[in-house]
């Protein structure tokens, strides 16, 4: 009787002290600190969190990312072998199998998958023992860069995802109600995170011979779904003489058409611009934020537009409007963007805006908010799995 209490209490022990200390992987990005998009600036904000929250957390990175140490701030980085710089696309589907391969030798409590569309193929590698989390993303078979049968495959990819994870996030309550329908599958709603920005400096502006509230901004990554090409039409036709910069790497196809295609001395092409800080001046000494993303859920680069007290235009879709109501202009064409380019907003619509906009940010985009429920999930999960 007493070993038996003895081995209970030695159980109960072991199971409290896993549900303060996770070991946590996240993989689906090509590494952090981030230097390509939305997915890694996540996982930087999020990794960082969990680690001050007492998690042990590794995170999977590209080996061709340019910071190559093996801890970040407290997490572990763990390079694996990725063959996209040589063989392009489907050298992802290789990455996500090698970070996969390597997660099949370690003891995660917890697997957070960024997406799914290279990932979910490999289900059946997936540690067992291991609780899978995957965040949907966004529409990804809907994004007009891809041919009808890569939308095909990515739409049996999303089937695989929803099916097989244990657990499904849904950054946008338009996702989260799709997921629910088509899959009949309930997912979190966690939508991602920002922090109210102020400190602006002004190093960006003089840089690029610019004037604080003298320009208007567009920060995407080139592709097609982003509408980058209809935002440059409507910013020409509007007959503005303020410069429209245009951040993002021109070294993609996309972004190679355009920088050949529009020659203009209102267009300034920065190129890829990495450093959070200098990203938040830009937004925040611009007259005008345009956002032109269509195929996903909630995008950080909008929150981190709304957190910069910025006035902001965006695509026409319920991913958009869902996070900012009406606190936004909203287009669907170039005709559109020139006409809100054109427009004059009384001053006190403006503040009322950012006010609201700071507010959503502070109230439901807060990093703090997003990283409680993201622990909380993850706790959930393993304690659940304990009762099992």
Same mark, same amino acid.
């Given at each position: 009787?007493?070993?038996?209490?003895?081995?209970?209490?030695?159980?109960?022990?072991?199971?409290?002290?896993?549900?303060?200390?996770?070991?946590?992987?996240?993989?689906?990005?090509?590494?952090?600190?981030?230097?390509?998009?939305?997915?890694?600036?996540?996982?930087?904000?999020?990794?960082?969190?969990?680690?001050?929250?007492?998690?042990?957390?590794?995170?999977?990175?590209?080996?061709? #990312?340019?910071?190559?140490?093996?801890?970040?701030?407290?997490?572990?980085?763990?390079?694996?072998?990725?063959? @996209?710089? $040589?063989?392009?696309?489907?050298?992802?589907?290789?990455?996500?199998?090698?970070?996969?391969?390597?997660?099949?030798?370690?003891?995660?409590?917890?697997?957070?998958?960024?997406?799914?569309?290279?990932?979910?193929?490999?289900?059946?590698?997936?540690?067992?023992?291991?609780?899978?989390?995957?965040?949907?993303?966004?529409?990804?078979?809907?994004?007009?860069?891809?041919?009808?049968?890569?939308?095909?495959?990515?739409?049996?990819?999303?089937?695989?995802?929803? $099916?097989?994870?244990?657990?499904?996030?849904?950054?946008?309550?338009?996702?989260?109600?799709?997921?629910?329908?088509?899959?009949?599958?309930?997912?979190?709603?966690?939508?991602?995170? +920002?922090?109210?920005?102020?400190?602006?400096?002004?190093?960006? *502006?003089?840089?690029?011979?610019?004037?604080?509230?003298?320009?208007?901004?567009?920060?995407?990554?080139?592709?097609? @779904?982003?509408?980058?090409?209809?935002?440059?039409?409507?910013?020409?036709? &509007?007959?503005?003489?303020?410069?429209?910069?245009?951040?993002?790497?021109?070294?993609?196809?996309?972004?190679?058409?355009?920088?050949?295609?529009?020659?203009?001395?209102?267009?300034?092409?920065?190129?890829?611009?990495?450093?959070?800080?200098?990203?938040?001046?830009?937004?925040?000494? &611009?007259?005008?934020?345009?956002?032109? #993303?269509?195929?996903?859920?909630?995008?950080?680069?909008?929150?981190?537009?709304?957190?910069?007290?910025?006035?902001?235009?965006?695509?026409?879709?319920?991913?958009?409007?869902?996070?900012?109501?009406?606190?936004?202009?909203?287009?669907?064409? +170039?005709?559109?963007?020139?006409?809100?380019?054109?427009?004059?907003?009384?001053? +006190?619509?403006?503040?009322? $805006?950012?006010?609201?906009?700071?507010?959503?940010?502070?109230?439901?985009? &807060?990093?703090?908010?997003? *990283?409680?429920?993201? @622990?909380?999930?993850? *706790?959930?999960?393993? +304690?659940?799995?304990?009762?099992?």
């Amino acid at each position: 009787m007493a070993t038996g209490c003895i081995r209970y209490l030695q159980r109960l022990s072991k199971n409290y002290f896993r549900l303060k200390e996770l070991s946590i992987g996240i993989m689906g990005t090509r590494g952090i600190p981030n230097h390509y998009g939305g997915f890694e600036q996540f996982a930087q904000y999020l990794s960082a969190g969990l680690v001050q929250k007492g998690h042990q957390v590794s995170v999977y990175c590209s080996h061709t #990312h340019p910071y190559q140490q093996n801890e970040w701030k407290g997490v572990q980085l763990i390079h694996c072998k990725d063959p @996209e710089h $040589r063989w392009g696309t489907v050298g992802q589907f290789f990455y996500d199998k090698n970070c996969i391969r390597d997660s099949r030798s370690r003891n995660f409590d917890v697997l957070l998958h960024l997406g799914y569309t290279s990932d979910s193929i490999w289900h059946r590698r997936w540690p067992r023992h291991t609780i899978h989390i995957m965040n949907m993303d966004g529409l990804e078979w809907k994004r007009s860069k891809y041919n009808r049968l890569t939308r095909i495959f990515l739409k049996k990819a999303e089937r695989l995802a929803a $099916r097989h994870a244990d657990i499904l996030v849904a950054d946008s309550l338009g996702i989260q109600s799709y997921l629910q329908s088509i899959y009949q599958k309930e997912a979190a709603y966690i939508p991602y995170g +920002a922090a109210v920005y102020s400190q602006a400096g002004n190093s960006i *502006l003089e840089t690029y011979n610019l004037n604080s509230q003298g320009y208007n901004l567009l920060i995407a990554r080139m592709e097609p @779904e982003n509408n980058i090409e209809m935002i440059i039409q409507g910013h020409l036709q &509007s007959g503005t003489t303020l410069p429209l910069v245009i951040t993002g790497n021109t070294g993609t196809k996309h972004g190679r058409y355009l920088v050949s295609k529009y020659i203009d001395q209102r267009l300034i092409f920065t190129g890829s611009i990495f450093d959070e800080h200098t990203l938040n001046d830009l937004r925040y000494h &611009s007259l005008l934020y345009l956002h032109g #993303h269509s195929a996903g859920g909630t995008n950080p680069s909008l929150l981190e537009a709304m957190a910069c007290g910025a006035r902001i235009a965006a695509h026409d879709n319920e991913f958009n409007r869902s996070v900012m109501r009406q606190d936004a202009d909203y287009f669907h064409d +170039a005709a559109s963007v020139a006409g809100i380019i054109g427009t004059v907003l009384p001053d +006190a619509m403006l503040a009322s $805006r950012k006010a609201n906009n700071l507010d959503r940010i502070s109230t439901i985009y &807060s990093h703090a908010q997003i *990283l409680n429920q993201y @622990e909380g999930l993850m *706790l959930e999960a393993v +304690a659940n799995k304990i009762r099992k």
